[in-house]
Protein backbone atom coordinates (compact mmCIF):
# COMPACT_ATOMS: atom_id res chain seq x y z
CA UNK A 1 0.00 0.00 0.00
CA UNK A 2 2.75 2.44 0.87
CA UNK A 3 4.44 2.03 -2.49
CA UNK A 4 0.66 3.12 -4.59
CA UNK A 5 -0.04 5.86 -2.13
CA UNK A 6 3.07 7.99 -2.50
CA UNK A 7 2.59 8.54 -6.07
CA UNK A 8 -0.94 9.61 -5.25
CA UNK A 9 0.35 12.16 -2.54
CA UNK A 10 2.76 13.70 -5.28
CA UNK A 11 -0.59 13.97 -7.84
CA UNK A 12 -2.22 17.07 -8.85
CA UNK A 13 -5.77 17.37 -9.99
CA UNK A 14 -6.52 19.25 -13.61
CA UNK A 15 -10.03 19.89 -13.88
CA UNK A 16 -11.51 19.56 -17.62
CA UNK A 17 -12.51 22.46 -19.03
CA UNK A 18 -10.63 25.06 -16.76
CA UNK A 19 -8.88 27.99 -19.11
CA UNK A 20 -6.33 28.32 -15.74
CA UNK A 21 -5.71 23.95 -15.56
CA UNK A 22 -4.95 23.96 -19.53
CA UNK A 23 -2.49 26.47 -19.22
CA UNK A 24 -0.67 24.67 -16.08
CA UNK A 25 -0.72 21.78 -18.73
CA UNK A 26 1.06 23.29 -21.04
CA UNK A 27 3.69 24.94 -18.72
CA UNK A 28 4.44 21.71 -17.59
CA UNK A 29 4.75 19.73 -21.12
CA UNK A 30 7.19 22.45 -21.84
CA UNK A 31 10.12 24.09 -20.35
CA UNK A 32 10.84 26.02 -22.68
CA UNK A 33 10.46 29.92 -23.12
CA UNK A 34 6.79 30.88 -23.76
CA UNK A 35 7.23 32.76 -27.10
CA UNK A 36 4.12 33.22 -28.45
CA UNK A 37 2.54 33.89 -25.24
CA UNK A 38 4.58 36.43 -24.84
CA UNK A 39 4.38 37.92 -27.39
CA UNK A 40 0.46 38.82 -27.18
CA UNK A 41 1.34 40.23 -24.18
CA UNK A 42 4.02 42.42 -25.37
CA UNK A 43 2.05 43.50 -28.37
CA UNK A 44 -1.25 43.98 -26.00
CA UNK A 45 0.87 46.04 -23.50
CA UNK A 46 2.37 48.53 -26.32
CA UNK A 47 -1.24 48.93 -27.66
CA UNK A 48 -2.29 49.95 -24.33
CA UNK A 49 0.98 52.50 -23.93
CA UNK A 50 0.81 53.84 -26.84
CA UNK A 51 -1.94 56.48 -26.24
CA UNK A 52 -1.21 57.69 -23.27
CA UNK A 53 1.41 59.95 -24.29
CA UNK A 54 1.01 60.77 -27.52
CA UNK A 55 -0.19 63.73 -27.39
CA UNK A 56 2.47 65.29 -25.41
CA UNK A 57 4.30 67.15 -28.11
CA UNK A 58 1.38 68.49 -29.93
CA UNK A 59 -1.00 68.72 -27.25
CA UNK A 60 0.33 72.73 -26.80
CA UNK A 61 -0.51 73.20 -30.28
CA UNK A 62 -3.73 71.87 -29.80
CA UNK A 63 -4.86 73.68 -27.16
CA UNK A 64 -3.98 77.08 -28.69
CA UNK A 65 -5.84 75.79 -31.92
CA UNK A 66 -9.12 75.24 -29.56
CA UNK A 67 -8.83 78.59 -28.79
CA UNK A 68 -9.76 78.01 -25.04
CA UNK A 69 -6.53 80.05 -23.47
CA UNK A 70 -7.47 83.59 -23.21
CA UNK A 71 -3.55 83.67 -23.04
CA UNK A 72 -0.61 82.30 -23.91
CA UNK A 73 0.68 82.12 -20.61
CA UNK A 74 -2.23 80.04 -19.85
CA UNK A 75 -2.31 77.20 -22.86
CA UNK A 76 -0.02 75.18 -20.36
CA UNK A 77 -2.48 75.22 -17.59
CA UNK A 78 -5.26 74.10 -19.74
CA UNK A 79 -2.98 70.86 -21.54
CA UNK A 80 -1.71 69.90 -18.09
CA UNK A 81 -5.84 68.59 -17.40
CA UNK A 82 -5.84 67.19 -20.78
CA UNK A 83 -2.73 65.12 -19.52
CA UNK A 84 -4.29 63.99 -16.78
CA UNK A 85 -7.56 63.51 -17.20
CA UNK A 86 -6.28 59.83 -18.87
CA UNK A 87 -4.76 58.81 -15.43
CA UNK A 88 -7.87 60.25 -13.31
CA UNK A 89 -9.95 58.16 -15.57
CA UNK A 90 -7.42 54.96 -15.12
CA UNK A 91 -7.78 56.06 -11.00
CA UNK A 92 -11.43 55.64 -10.66
CA UNK A 93 -11.75 52.03 -12.24
CA UNK A 94 -8.42 50.32 -11.92
CA UNK A 95 -9.60 48.32 -8.85
CA UNK A 96 -12.94 47.61 -10.86
CA UNK A 97 -10.89 46.20 -13.74
CA UNK A 98 -8.52 43.97 -11.59
CA UNK A 99 -11.47 42.53 -9.31
CA UNK A 100 -13.15 41.74 -12.68
CA UNK A 101 -10.27 40.06 -13.79
CA UNK A 102 -9.56 38.24 -11.11
CA UNK A 103 -13.45 36.79 -10.98
CA UNK A 104 -14.33 36.50 -15.12
CA UNK A 105 -10.66 36.50 -16.42
CA UNK A 106 -8.03 38.13 -17.97
CA UNK A 107 -9.19 37.91 -21.30
CA UNK A 108 -12.48 39.69 -21.70
CA UNK A 109 -10.87 42.93 -19.50
CA UNK A 110 -8.20 42.89 -22.30
CA UNK A 111 -10.12 42.95 -25.52
CA UNK A 112 -12.72 45.80 -23.94
CA UNK A 113 -9.53 47.90 -23.36
CA UNK A 114 -8.08 47.44 -26.68
CA UNK A 115 -11.75 47.95 -28.37
CA UNK A 116 -11.67 51.67 -25.46
CA UNK A 117 -8.45 52.63 -27.36
CA UNK A 118 -9.91 52.05 -31.12
CA UNK A 119 -12.62 54.29 -30.23
CA UNK A 120 -11.76 56.89 -27.95
CA UNK A 121 -8.42 57.56 -29.08
CA UNK A 122 -10.05 57.97 -32.86
CA UNK A 123 -12.43 60.71 -31.39
CA UNK A 124 -9.57 62.50 -29.56
CA UNK A 125 -7.95 63.17 -33.05
CA UNK A 126 -11.07 64.49 -34.01
CA UNK A 127 -11.42 66.57 -30.99
CA UNK A 128 -13.50 70.41 -31.80
CA UNK A 129 -13.83 71.41 -28.44
CA UNK A 130 -11.65 71.36 -25.27
CA UNK A 131 -14.09 69.26 -23.42
CA UNK A 132 -14.52 66.66 -26.04
CA UNK A 133 -10.55 66.50 -25.84
CA UNK A 134 -10.90 66.08 -22.36
CA UNK A 135 -14.10 63.69 -22.35
CA UNK A 136 -12.52 61.33 -24.80
CA UNK A 137 -9.44 61.00 -22.48
CA UNK A 138 -11.35 60.48 -19.74
CA UNK A 139 -13.30 57.84 -21.06
CA UNK A 140 -10.30 55.58 -22.91
CA UNK A 141 -8.38 55.91 -19.30
CA UNK A 142 -11.45 54.57 -17.29
CA UNK A 143 -12.50 51.85 -19.64
CA UNK A 144 -8.35 51.08 -19.95
CA UNK A 145 -8.20 48.26 -17.59
CA UNK A 146 -5.50 46.51 -19.09
CA UNK A 147 -1.99 46.89 -17.54
CA UNK A 148 -3.25 45.25 -14.37
CA UNK A 149 -4.60 41.70 -15.90
CA UNK A 150 -1.19 42.28 -18.10
CA UNK A 151 0.89 42.29 -14.93
CA UNK A 152 -0.65 39.18 -13.38
CA UNK A 153 -0.81 36.99 -16.67
CA UNK A 154 3.13 37.58 -17.12
CA UNK A 155 4.87 38.25 -13.68
CA UNK A 156 4.15 34.75 -12.34
CA UNK A 157 5.27 31.31 -12.69
CA UNK A 158 1.73 29.68 -12.44
CA UNK A 159 0.05 31.88 -15.07
CA UNK A 160 1.86 32.04 -18.44
CA UNK A 161 5.48 31.43 -17.59
CA UNK A 162 7.29 29.32 -14.91
CA UNK A 163 9.21 30.39 -12.33
CA UNK A 164 12.68 30.56 -14.23
CA UNK A 165 11.35 33.08 -16.71
CA UNK A 166 9.33 35.40 -14.23
CA UNK A 167 12.51 37.93 -15.37
CA UNK A 168 12.04 37.42 -18.53
CA UNK A 169 8.31 37.97 -18.55
CA UNK A 170 8.38 40.98 -16.60
CA UNK A 171 11.06 42.64 -18.45
CA UNK A 172 9.02 42.58 -21.77
CA UNK A 173 5.94 43.35 -20.34
CA UNK A 174 7.88 47.03 -19.02
CA UNK A 175 9.89 47.09 -22.21
CA UNK A 176 6.34 47.63 -24.34
CA UNK A 177 5.15 49.79 -21.58
CA UNK A 178 8.28 51.69 -22.07
CA UNK A 179 8.40 52.02 -25.70
CA UNK A 180 4.63 52.47 -26.05
CA UNK A 181 5.49 55.91 -23.65
CA UNK A 182 8.71 56.69 -25.72
CA UNK A 183 6.99 55.86 -29.16
CA UNK A 184 3.79 57.68 -28.66
CA UNK A 185 5.39 60.97 -28.55
CA UNK A 186 7.62 59.94 -31.51
CA UNK A 187 4.07 59.95 -33.33
CA UNK A 188 2.56 62.47 -31.68
CA UNK A 189 6.14 64.74 -32.90
CA UNK A 190 6.56 63.06 -36.33
CA UNK A 191 2.45 63.12 -37.74
CA UNK A 192 0.50 65.73 -35.67
CA UNK A 193 0.38 68.54 -38.23
CA UNK A 194 1.13 67.06 -41.09
CA UNK A 195 -0.35 69.42 -43.60
CA UNK A 196 2.37 71.82 -41.83
CA UNK A 197 5.10 69.46 -41.81
CA UNK A 198 4.53 67.41 -45.01
CA UNK A 199 2.87 70.38 -47.69
CA UNK A 200 3.79 67.99 -50.68
CA UNK A 201 1.33 65.14 -49.46
CA UNK A 202 -1.24 66.57 -46.88
CA UNK A 203 -2.84 69.84 -48.11
CA UNK A 204 -4.47 72.79 -45.81
CA UNK A 205 -8.01 71.72 -47.30
CA UNK A 206 -7.58 67.76 -47.15
CA UNK A 207 -9.18 65.96 -43.83
CA UNK A 208 -6.10 65.61 -42.40
CA UNK A 209 -5.53 69.79 -42.72
CA UNK A 210 -8.81 69.99 -41.10
CA UNK A 211 -7.81 67.77 -38.31
CA UNK A 212 -4.54 68.73 -37.77
CA UNK A 213 -4.14 66.12 -34.82
CA UNK A 214 -6.05 63.47 -35.99
CA UNK A 215 -3.05 61.12 -38.15
CA UNK A 216 -1.10 59.90 -35.57
CA UNK A 217 -4.22 58.93 -33.63
CA UNK A 218 -5.12 57.02 -36.50
CA UNK A 219 -1.90 55.17 -36.51
CA UNK A 220 -2.33 54.20 -32.77
CA UNK A 221 -5.75 53.26 -33.49
CA UNK A 222 -5.38 51.20 -36.53
CA UNK A 223 -2.58 49.48 -34.41
CA UNK A 224 -4.98 48.64 -31.95
CA UNK A 225 -7.46 47.08 -34.44
CA UNK A 226 -4.89 44.64 -35.55
CA UNK A 227 -3.85 43.76 -32.00
CA UNK A 228 -7.64 42.87 -31.08
CA UNK A 229 -8.00 40.78 -34.11
CA UNK A 230 -5.22 38.75 -32.78
CA UNK A 231 -6.24 38.84 -29.12
CA UNK A 232 -9.34 36.27 -29.99
CA UNK A 233 -6.66 33.14 -29.75
CA UNK A 234 -5.41 35.06 -26.62
CA UNK A 235 -5.18 31.80 -23.64
CA UNK A 236 -7.09 33.04 -20.67
CA UNK A 237 -5.14 31.53 -17.35
CA UNK A 238 -7.60 32.23 -14.93
CA UNK A 239 -8.77 28.96 -13.05
CA UNK A 240 -12.49 28.16 -13.38
CA UNK A 241 -13.19 25.19 -11.04
CA UNK A 242 -17.19 24.33 -11.37
CA UNK A 243 -17.42 22.69 -8.21
CA UNK A 244 -20.67 20.38 -10.10
CA UNK A 245 -18.09 18.78 -12.47
CA UNK A 246 -15.54 17.96 -10.32
CA UNK A 247 -15.86 14.38 -10.98
CA UNK A 248 -14.89 14.94 -13.96
CA UNK A 249 -11.19 15.38 -13.79
CA UNK A 250 -7.82 13.98 -14.88
CA UNK A 251 -4.38 13.39 -12.77
CA UNK A 252 -1.40 14.46 -14.13
CA UNK A 253 1.68 13.57 -12.29
CA UNK A 254 3.22 17.10 -10.64
CA UNK A 255 4.71 17.29 -7.35
CA UNK A 256 2.60 18.85 -4.99
CA UNK A 257 1.78 18.50 -1.13
CA UNK A 258 -1.79 17.86 -1.54
CA UNK A 259 -3.57 14.72 -1.81
CA UNK A 260 -7.04 13.77 -3.72
CA UNK A 261 -9.52 11.71 -2.64
CA UNK A 262 -11.35 9.13 -5.82
CA UNK A 263 -13.54 11.76 -7.05
CA UNK A 264 -10.69 14.11 -7.57
CA UNK A 265 -10.94 17.39 -4.72
CA UNK A 266 -7.86 17.79 -3.13
CA UNK A 267 -7.21 19.52 0.14
CA UNK A 268 -5.98 22.51 -1.14
CA UNK A 269 -9.31 23.41 -3.42
CA UNK A 270 -11.36 22.53 0.09
CA UNK A 271 -8.83 24.67 2.27
CA UNK A 272 -9.12 27.81 -0.89
CA UNK A 273 -13.11 27.05 -0.79
CA UNK A 274 -13.62 27.27 3.48
CA UNK A 275 -10.54 29.74 3.93
CA UNK A 276 -11.40 33.72 3.25
CA UNK A 277 -9.07 35.52 0.99
CA UNK A 278 -6.30 37.92 2.77
CA UNK A 279 -7.25 41.71 3.21
CA UNK A 280 -4.81 43.16 1.11
CA UNK A 281 -4.74 46.71 2.39
CA UNK A 282 -2.86 44.48 5.46
CA UNK A 283 -0.97 42.99 3.42
CA UNK A 284 2.49 45.52 4.05
CA UNK A 285 4.81 43.87 1.06
CA UNK A 286 2.37 44.59 -1.25
CA UNK A 287 1.14 48.20 0.03
CA UNK A 288 4.49 49.21 0.65
CA UNK A 289 6.03 48.09 -2.75
CA UNK A 290 2.78 50.18 -4.00
CA UNK A 291 3.73 53.13 -2.29
CA UNK A 292 7.32 53.36 -3.52
CA UNK A 293 5.99 52.60 -7.17
CA UNK A 294 3.33 55.51 -6.55
CA UNK A 295 6.31 57.75 -5.83
CA UNK A 296 8.59 56.84 -8.23
CA UNK A 297 5.39 56.86 -11.13
CA UNK A 298 5.10 60.42 -10.08
CA UNK A 299 8.76 61.32 -11.08
CA UNK A 300 8.56 59.23 -14.40
CA UNK A 301 4.88 60.93 -15.49
CA UNK A 302 6.54 64.24 -14.38
CA UNK A 303 9.51 63.72 -16.15
CA UNK A 304 8.19 62.54 -19.35
CA UNK A 305 6.18 66.03 -19.36
CA UNK A 306 9.05 68.30 -18.30
CA UNK A 307 11.49 66.58 -21.01
CA UNK A 308 9.03 67.62 -23.93
CA UNK A 309 8.82 70.99 -22.74
CA UNK A 310 12.03 71.44 -21.98
CA UNK A 311 13.41 70.50 -24.79
CA UNK A 312 11.48 72.68 -27.45
CA UNK A 313 11.61 75.41 -25.60
CA UNK A 314 14.30 78.29 -26.43
CA UNK A 315 17.68 78.09 -25.18
CA UNK A 316 17.26 81.83 -23.60
CA UNK A 317 15.08 80.06 -21.23
CA UNK A 318 17.26 77.27 -20.55
CA UNK A 319 15.99 74.78 -23.29
CA UNK A 320 17.53 73.15 -26.56
CA UNK A 321 15.54 74.82 -28.89
CA UNK A 322 14.48 71.75 -30.70
CA UNK A 323 11.72 71.07 -32.98
CA UNK A 324 8.88 68.14 -32.21
CA UNK A 325 10.62 66.12 -34.86
CA UNK A 326 14.16 66.65 -33.23
CA UNK A 327 12.03 65.44 -29.65
CA UNK A 328 10.70 62.30 -31.86
CA UNK A 329 13.87 60.87 -32.95
CA UNK A 330 15.60 61.68 -29.36
CA UNK A 331 12.48 59.21 -27.79
CA UNK A 332 12.50 56.59 -31.36
CA UNK A 333 15.72 56.23 -30.38
CA UNK A 334 15.54 55.79 -26.67
CA UNK A 335 13.22 53.29 -27.53
CA UNK A 336 15.44 50.67 -29.55
CA UNK A 337 17.86 51.22 -27.32
CA UNK A 338 15.54 50.36 -24.21
CA UNK A 339 14.34 47.73 -26.01
CA UNK A 340 17.77 45.66 -26.29
CA UNK A 341 18.71 46.30 -22.53
CA UNK A 342 15.55 44.49 -21.68
CA UNK A 343 16.01 41.58 -23.98
CA UNK A 344 19.73 40.78 -23.65
CA UNK A 345 20.72 42.71 -20.06
CA UNK A 346 18.15 42.75 -17.07
CA UNK A 347 17.73 39.25 -17.07
CA UNK A 348 21.25 39.05 -16.38
CA UNK A 349 21.09 41.99 -14.01
CA UNK A 350 18.36 40.72 -12.02
CA UNK A 351 19.80 37.48 -11.93
CA UNK A 352 22.83 38.96 -10.23
CA UNK A 353 22.00 42.25 -8.02
CA UNK A 354 17.92 40.65 -7.27
CA UNK A 355 14.75 43.02 -8.39
CA UNK A 356 15.15 45.31 -4.52
CA UNK A 357 19.06 45.92 -5.26
CA UNK A 358 19.02 46.82 -9.05
CA UNK A 359 16.03 49.64 -8.55
CA UNK A 360 18.39 51.38 -5.52
CA UNK A 361 21.19 51.70 -7.78
CA UNK A 362 19.25 52.44 -10.65
CA UNK A 363 17.45 55.61 -8.40
CA UNK A 364 21.20 56.14 -7.30
CA UNK A 365 22.75 56.88 -10.94
CA UNK A 366 19.44 58.87 -11.67
CA UNK A 367 20.01 61.59 -9.38
CA UNK A 368 23.05 62.83 -11.12
CA UNK A 369 22.20 62.37 -14.57
CA UNK A 370 19.23 64.42 -14.10
CA UNK A 371 20.88 67.29 -12.30
CA UNK A 372 23.13 67.38 -15.53
CA UNK A 373 20.52 68.29 -17.97
CA UNK A 374 20.10 71.79 -17.25
CA UNK A 375 23.75 72.36 -18.48
CA UNK A 376 23.01 70.99 -21.94
CA UNK A 377 21.71 73.94 -23.36
CA UNK A 378 24.91 75.16 -23.54
CA UNK A 379 25.95 72.32 -26.18
CA UNK A 380 25.04 73.01 -29.63
CA UNK A 381 25.04 70.66 -33.02
CA UNK A 382 26.31 67.33 -32.92
CA UNK A 383 27.89 66.94 -29.17
CA UNK A 384 24.11 68.22 -28.16
CA UNK A 385 22.98 65.52 -30.40
CA UNK A 386 25.05 62.67 -28.82
CA UNK A 387 24.32 64.03 -25.22
CA UNK A 388 20.42 64.56 -24.84
CA UNK A 389 20.26 60.70 -26.91
CA UNK A 390 22.74 59.20 -24.52
CA UNK A 391 21.07 60.86 -21.19
CA UNK A 392 17.75 59.84 -22.65
CA UNK A 393 18.51 56.40 -23.19
CA UNK A 394 20.13 56.01 -19.78
CA UNK A 395 17.56 57.71 -17.97
CA UNK A 396 14.48 55.45 -19.67
CA UNK A 397 17.08 52.62 -18.72
CA UNK A 398 17.29 53.25 -15.41
CA UNK A 399 13.67 54.20 -15.00
CA UNK A 400 12.40 50.63 -16.30
CA UNK A 401 15.02 48.74 -13.64
CA UNK A 402 13.12 50.61 -11.12
CA UNK A 403 9.60 49.62 -12.00
CA UNK A 404 10.51 46.06 -13.18
CA UNK A 405 11.94 45.47 -9.57
CA UNK A 406 9.03 47.01 -7.98
CA UNK A 407 6.84 44.83 -10.37
CA UNK A 408 8.50 41.90 -9.11
CA UNK A 409 7.65 42.65 -5.70
CA UNK A 410 3.87 43.20 -6.18
CA UNK A 411 3.15 40.08 -7.48
CA UNK A 412 5.38 38.17 -4.77
CA UNK A 413 3.85 39.38 -2.33
CA UNK A 414 0.04 38.05 -3.27
CA UNK A 415 -1.90 34.58 -4.62
CA UNK A 416 -3.08 34.14 -7.92
CA UNK A 417 -6.29 34.50 -7.25
CA UNK A 418 -5.83 37.86 -5.55
CA UNK A 419 -3.58 38.70 -8.40
CA UNK A 420 -5.65 41.13 -10.03
CA UNK A 421 -7.28 43.20 -7.33
CA UNK A 422 -3.66 43.92 -6.07
CA UNK A 423 -2.44 44.98 -9.52
CA UNK A 424 -5.58 47.08 -9.30
CA UNK A 425 -4.71 48.33 -6.09
CA UNK A 426 -1.64 49.27 -7.74
CA UNK A 427 -2.52 50.59 -10.66
CA UNK A 428 -5.63 53.31 -8.80
CA UNK A 429 -2.65 54.78 -6.50
CA UNK A 430 -0.21 55.12 -9.50
CA UNK A 431 -2.86 56.82 -11.43
CA UNK A 432 -3.86 59.23 -9.10
CA UNK A 433 -0.32 60.19 -9.02
CA UNK A 434 0.03 60.06 -12.52
CA UNK A 435 -2.87 62.28 -12.91
CA UNK A 436 -1.28 65.01 -10.93
CA UNK A 437 2.22 64.58 -12.47
CA UNK A 438 1.43 66.62 -15.71
CA UNK A 439 -0.39 69.17 -14.17
CA UNK A 440 2.33 69.96 -11.29
CA UNK A 441 5.13 69.16 -13.70
CA UNK A 442 3.93 72.06 -16.10
CA UNK A 443 2.95 74.42 -13.93
CA UNK A 444 6.38 73.84 -12.39
CA UNK A 445 8.06 74.48 -15.69
CA UNK A 446 6.40 77.42 -16.26
CA UNK A 447 7.06 79.02 -12.75
CA UNK A 448 10.57 78.20 -13.58
CA UNK A 449 10.91 79.81 -16.79
CA UNK A 450 9.93 83.35 -15.41
CA UNK A 451 12.67 83.24 -12.55
CA UNK A 452 15.67 82.86 -14.63
CA UNK A 453 17.70 85.17 -12.44
CA UNK A 454 17.16 83.81 -9.14
CA UNK A 455 20.03 83.10 -6.90
CA UNK A 456 18.68 79.48 -5.51
CA UNK A 457 18.69 76.97 -8.85
CA UNK A 458 18.04 79.51 -11.58
CA UNK A 459 15.32 78.64 -14.06
CA UNK A 460 15.10 74.80 -15.41
CA UNK A 461 17.83 73.97 -12.68
CA UNK A 462 15.15 74.15 -10.22
CA UNK A 463 12.92 71.60 -12.23
CA UNK A 464 15.41 69.12 -12.08
CA UNK A 465 15.91 69.70 -8.13
CA UNK A 466 12.63 68.81 -7.73
CA UNK A 467 12.35 66.13 -10.03
CA UNK A 468 15.59 64.49 -7.46
CA UNK A 469 13.74 65.53 -4.89
CA UNK A 470 10.94 63.39 -5.73
CA UNK A 471 13.41 60.11 -6.75
CA UNK A 472 15.31 60.45 -3.55
CA UNK A 473 12.72 60.16 -1.31
CA UNK A 474 11.66 56.91 -3.46
CA UNK A 475 14.96 55.47 -2.73
CA UNK A 476 14.56 56.54 0.91
CA UNK A 477 11.61 54.58 0.87
CA UNK A 478 13.15 51.52 -0.67
CA UNK A 479 14.72 50.35 2.35
CA UNK A 480 13.80 48.74 5.37
CA UNK A 481 11.51 49.38 7.64
CA UNK A 482 9.43 50.73 5.21
CA UNK A 483 9.65 48.45 2.45
CA UNK A 484 9.65 44.83 3.34
CA UNK A 485 10.17 41.95 0.55
CA UNK A 486 7.70 39.37 0.61
CA UNK A 487 8.61 36.00 2.08
CA UNK A 488 9.32 33.20 -0.60
Known amino acids: ?160 CRQEHQALGLSLVTTAWSIGLIVGPALGGFFAQPAEKYPEIFSQDSFFGRFPYF ?85 DMAYTEIFSLWAVSDKSYGGLSFSSQDVGEVLSISGFGLLVFQILLYPRIEKLLGPVSSLRVASVLTIPLLAAYPFMSKLSGLQLTLIVNCASLLKNVLSVMIVIGLFILQNNAVSQEQRGAANGIAMTAMSFFKAIAPAAGGAIFSWAQKRQHASFFPGDQMVFFILNMVELMGLLFSFKPFLIQPSK
Open 215 to 299: LPCLCISLFAVCVLIGSLWLPETLHKHDSKKMGETTIEDVETPYSSDSKGHTDKDEESDTQPKANLFRNWPLMSSVVVYCIFSLH
Open 1 to 160: MAENTEPLLKRKVYFDGCPGCKQDRRKEASSGIPYKEFFYVWIITLCTALPISSLFPFIYFMIRDLHVAKREEDIGFYAGFVGASFMFGRALTSLFWGVVADRYGRKPVILLGIFSVTIFNTLFGLSTSYWMAITTRLLLGSLNGLLGPIKACTAYSIEV
